[in-house]
């Protein structure tokens, strides 16, 4: 077994040491290494201790393959350069100030295995402007978030997590997004932030036409709510079709140009 503990290794730019048996990362083994830029993880990995890559102010890149099971406690603090971060779907708990201060993070994909995101895990990350929270997660503790400036949306995927505060620090046009039919403890609110229902296409509702006849498809959403129905053919060039108002809690579309265009897709969005 290989163990790297209490290292400052300052003169390496990339650490991948895949097929050296290395199985736990020690804590602080590589804090303050300030000429690392990228990480890569091996699969042999299987813990990391806290403070392990905390400060490293030149670290862009983050890639881990192995099988673990959280993010322990200010791993990658104040990374300030930090914009590209892979989880594996074997994480449940991002502990407490895990990426606190990654100033430069603006895009975050959080793995479907998660349960609990700590105190103070993303806070101060100035460049986050959507976090989408899997349906898994079920506990979010105090100031996660707190001090992301740029964060306009939080999307909830499941049922609503337990929070152990209300949100702070975050921007007067941030809301929440919640899937529909979702309640919360305050109804049009969620941890002090508005909440807006995110209509979505029920797949499972999708009809399969028949010669000339046009798709369609049924659209849930909230009572009185403006959607915009798009569709494209390439992902790229987005074509809005219709804009329809709910009189309850779904709605039933039809595509008229679907004889004439039979292969595309679709997308609600609100106006």
């Not at 322990?72 to 594996?88: D, G, M, V, W």
Request: proline letters at 7%; charged letters at 15%; hydrophobic letters at 35%.
């Amino acid at each position: 077994m290989w163990q790297v503990y209490n290292h400052q290794l300052n003169h390496f730019p990339d650490f991948l040491w895949d097929g050296c048996g290395i199985e736990s990362i020690g804590s602080g083994a590589f804090e303050d290494c300030s000429r690392l830029a990228n990480i890569t993880l091996p699969t042999s990995v299987q813990g990391v201790g806290d403070d392990a890559f905390s400060g490293c102010r030149s670290l862009v890149s983050v890639s881990i393959r192995g099988e673990l099971g959280s993010i322990a406690r200010n791993t990658f603090a104040n990374c300030a350069a930090l914009t590209r971060l892979e989880l594996p779907n074997t994480i449940t708990e991002i502990d407490y100030g895990a990426f606190d201060g990654c100033t430069s993070l603006a895009e975050l994909s959080l793995p479907s295995s998660l349960t609990q995101i700590g105190g103070d895990a993303f806070q101060n990350c100035k460049a986050l402007s959507v976090v989408s929270i899997p349906s898994s997660v079920t506990d979010i503790d105090s100031r996660a978030f707190e001090g992301c400036t740029q964060l306009s949306a939080i999307l909830l995927n499941g049922k609503p997590p337990k929070l152990d505060r209300d949100f702070s620090g975050l921007p007067s046009f941030a809301n929440v997004y919640v899937r529909p039919g979702t309640s919360t403890a305050i109804p049009n609110r969620y941890g002090g932030v508005p909440t807006v229902v995110r209509p979505e296409i029920t797949p499972s509702s999708l009809t399969k036409p028949a010669d000339g006849a046009s798709c369609s498809f049924t659209i849930l959403g909230e009572s009185q709510q403006t959607v915009v129905i798009e569709a494209s053919s390439d992902l790229r060039d987005w074509q809005p079709l219709a804009t329809n108002t709910f009189s309850g809690s779904s709605m039933r579309f039809a595509d008229p140009q679907f004889p004439i265009i039979p292969a595309r897709l679709y997308r609600i969005r609100i106006p």
